[in-house]
């Protein structure tokens, strides 16, 4: 019986905590694998609609993006609470689309603009009028391969 | 002095360094959602050409303000869609589609390659409506593909395709891919047009 007295003397011991870096460092490693650096901060609100179809787009350097939505909410004071257009790290308007599409493919190396897509990353609230605009400048600078981003979800969420 | 240990480097702050490092790569990346639905364009030519389509060749998909949908003329739910745009692709009204299994209505379309599927919208539609209607007649033309597909080359067209896009996969494999893609979508080619959205 004596043996087991020792217990009660309250003392917890104390949790090792040795392993706790090479948790965060598993973290870490698993942080840098899956995601990749922010280029532009996002000004818009951009909730993406869901689709299933999906096509995965694979190569970064052959996207241009074109954001659009609601001007988030510190935003809101100076640009209102109507959809607008962000390019680079600029809120634009409908014209300046085909001067930005130009000046991006001008950018990417020769054997790479005629492959190039645009990557529409609008959030779901925005309109079509401003959609089919934007449509109508990438037409007039023939940037034609389009790709609607979306997360991958079920399309009937987006009526809700 | 030969006897003299080295005192131990004290581990304790490495999870603070690691932590300080996570966190930092928490706030400077995001997840990549780089997937979506590929569109092309039509170009912009300043003459249209004219292109006589008979009507029972026209599936008209209009969408109105409130994302409600008018299909040939009835209203419809989003959930009927995708099997009337099938029903509507497959049909093969004059029989020169050997691969069709539809009813071959008279009043449907002829053949896949003459099926034309048009969508207009309004310019209040919200966004997210058009691409849940884009995706349900994506699904329509990635079903019947997939059915052709499996049925010559065992495997599903979305698969095939999938590989052929993935840059890993080897040229050589990558020549035969390309001809099964092109192969399936010339039996049922994706001919979707948009109107220009509709103004008040």
């Known amino acids: ?160 | 002095m030969p006897n003299r240990s080295i005192p131990e480097v004290s581990a304790g702050s490495m999870a603070d360094i690691a932590f300080l490092l996570l966190i930092f790569f928490l706030v400077t990346t995001t997840i990549e959602t780089d997937a979506g639905l590929d569109r092309m364009l039509p170009p912009d030519e300043t003459q249209q050409p004219i292109v006589d389509i008979r009507q029972k060749n026209l599936f008209q998909v209009a969408l109105n303000r409130e994302g409600q949908l008018l299909v040939e003329e009835q209203p419809m739910d989003l959930a009927e869609l995708r099997p009337a745009a099938i029903a509507f692709l497959d049909n093969g009204g004059d029989g020169s589609c050997a691969y069709c299994q539809g009813l071959q209505e008279a009043s449907s379309s002829d053949n896949p390659n003459k099926a034309v599927i048009t969508l207009k919208s309004d310019r209040e539609t919200p966004y997210g409506a058009y691409i849940a209607v884009q995706n349900e007649l994506t699904g329509a033309y990635n079903a019947l593909r997939n059915r052709e597909a499996r049925a010559r080359y065992g495997r599903a067209y979305t698969e095939i395709e999938s590989e052929y896009l993935n840059p890993q996969t080897p040229p050589a494999l990558k020549a035969i891919l390309r001809e099964q893609v092109a192969g399936i979508r010339e039996l049922y080619p994706m001919k979707l047009t948009e109107a220009e959205t509709a103004r008040h």
């Open chain 1, 1 to 160: 019986m004596a043996k087991f007295n020792k217990k009660k003397d309250g003392d917890l011991p104390a949790v090792s905590t040795a392993s706790l870096p090479d948790i965060v460092f598993m973290l870490l490693f698993f942080f840098m694998t899956v995601t990749t650096m922010k280029d532009s901060s996002l000004m818009v609100e951009n909730t993406l609609p869901n689709a299933s179809e999906i096509k995965k787009l694979d190569k970064k350097d052959r996207v241009i993006y074109i954001f659009v939505g609601k001007p988030t909410s510190q935003y809101q004071k100076t640009f209102g609470s109507e959809p607008r257009i962000q390019l680079n790290d600029k809120f634009a308007g409908v014209g300046d689309v085909g001067d930005y599409i130009l000046q991006e493919r001008a950018k990417k190396a020769q054997e790479l603009q005629n492959v190039l897509t645009i990557a529409m990353k609008v959030d779901k609230e925005a309109s079509m009028g401003l959609i089919s605009d934007i449509k109508q400048e990438l037409r007039k600078v023939n940037a034609l391969k389009v790709n609607y981003t979306t997360y991958e979800g079920d399309a009937f969420r987006n009526l809700q």
